[in-house]
């Protein structure tokens, strides 16, 4: 069986790359294969906005990666950097900026890329959304 690297550079308002990268991670883990990580990174950062609200009937991705963290302990990384550009901060570099409050979403954990290229030794592919 496969060790996976799931890399996430899309944004989630995006087509249905969201939705489709959450239907490979489900059925690779179903086949018996193992998801080591999911990394995002660029406009992927978008996906761990804690203000995100669900709408209607539509694809609600942060409560699919969270649901993946949950079910089937996939360890979810945000990349820091890329993340503080975008206005996705955590309490840390909430309370650093003076700005009112955190919005990293439940579930995810800030890396580097640094931590993401070392991850990729424990995994036999990597696949990106």
């Given amino acids: 069986m496969a060790h996976y690297s799931i890399l996430v ?3 989630p308002y995006e087509g249905q790359h969201a939705q ?3 239907s490979f991670i489900n ?3 179903a086949q018996g294969h193992t998801v080591n990580n999911v990394f995002f990174y660029g406009q992927g950062v978008h996906h761990a ?4 609200v669900e709408v209607g009937d539509e694809f609600y991705p942060l409560a699919a990666w969270q649901a993946l963290k949950n079910d089937h302990n996939v360890t979810l990384l945000l990349c820091i950097t890329a993340a ?3 206005g996705i ?3 840390q570099e909430a309370a650093s900026a ?3 409050g955190a919005n990293l979403a439940e579930g995810f954990e800030q890396a ?9 030794h424990d995994c036999d592919k990597v696949v990106q959304f």
């Fill in 9 to 11: 550079t899309s944004s």
């Fill in 20 to 22: 489709r990268a959450v």
């Fill in 27 to 29: 059925s690779a883990i």
């Fill in 49 to 52: 906005n804690g203000f995100m």
């Fill in 84 to 86: 503080v550009k975008r």
């Fill in 89 to 91: 901060v955590g309490e």
């Fill in 98 to 100: 003076g700005v009112s």
């Fill in 112 to 120: 580097g890329l640094g931590e993401f290229f070392t991850a990729l």
